[in-house]
T-cell receptor, first 113, second 112 residues
Framework: KQEVTQIPAALSVPEGENLVLNCSFT??????LQWFRQDPGKGLTSLLLIQSSQREQTSGRLNASLDKSSGRSTLYIAASQPGDSATYLC????????????FGTGTSLTVIP | DTAVSQTPKYLVTQMGNDKSIKCEQNLGHDTMYWYKQDSKKFLKIMFSYNNKELIINETVPNRFSPKSPDKAHLNLHINSLELGDSAVYFCASSHQGAGELFFGEGSRLTVL
């Protein structure tokens, strides 16, 4: 069964810093990988979706990369802002079933003004 | 215009009661899900429906019964509520099972 791990569990950075969040998964046979942010008391907002055939996706200050062979994805946030403070989750969809997403435990990010 | 909406947002009830949570999506997706987020914020899938058919039924007590009257709706009914059912329940939808996943705002259930 697919297991998804996110390290660190929590991260604090000063405003303006670039940062990297990590996601690792045990089974490299994935269909796609998705990054989300969750604000306190809110639902999950999709940030980036990477198909298994892709190496990276970019949206504004966010860049997500995928290395299937090593079972890793990173989310790079450039020039962090206090509004980026949230919990970031990654989820993978296995290729053998198209209707399942396995979630990591998330990284809680605090950007200090 | 909310893409995935679920009601109610908050639900406080006594042990042993029966309650329902409703979910609707206006994205034209064919797959809908129920996820449970526990106190440690871990998200785990409960059910997945594709075109009104049950695709995934994870190890969930049979007190939980999903119903999908059409592709745009997926409701969750819970019988004989227990303290351990307290959690946030999220509805989500996607296209063709493994497309981009969109979530509702969540329904926080508290069982006293």
């Amino acid at each position: 069964k697919q297991e998804v791990t996110q390290i660190p569990a929590a991260l604090s950075v000063p405003e303006g810093e670039n940062l990297v969040l990590n996601c690792s998964f045990t089974d490299s046979a994935i269909y796609n990988l998705q990054w989300f942010r969750q604000d306190p008391g809110k639902g999950l907002t999709s940030l980036l979706l990477i198909q298994s055939s892709q190496r990276e996706q970019t949206s504004g200050r966010l860049n997500a990369s995928l290395d299937k062979s090593s079972g890793r994805s990173t989310l790079y946030i450039a020039a962090s802002q206090p509004g980026d403070s949230a919990t970031y989750l990654c989820a993978v969809s296995p290729s053998n079933t198209g209707n399942q997403f396995y979630f990591g435990t998330g990284t809680s990010l605090t950007v200090i003004p | 215009d909310t893409a995935v909406s679920q009601t109610p947002k908050y639900l406080v009830t006594q042990m042993g009661n029966d309650k329902s949570i409703k979910c609707e999506q206006n994205l034209g997706h064919d797959t809908m899900y129920w996820y449970k987020q526990d106190s440690k914020k871990f998200l785990k899938i409960m059910f997945s429906y594709n075109n009104k058919e049950l695709i995934i039924n994870e190890t969930v007590p049979n007190r939980f019964s999903p119903k999908s009257p059409d592709k745009a709706h997926l409701n969750l009914h819970i019988n004989s509520l227990e303290l351990g059912d307290s959690a946030v329940y999220f509805c989500a939808s996607s296209h063709q099972g493994a497309g981009e996943l969109f979530f509702g705002e969540g329904s926080r259930l508290t069982v006293l």
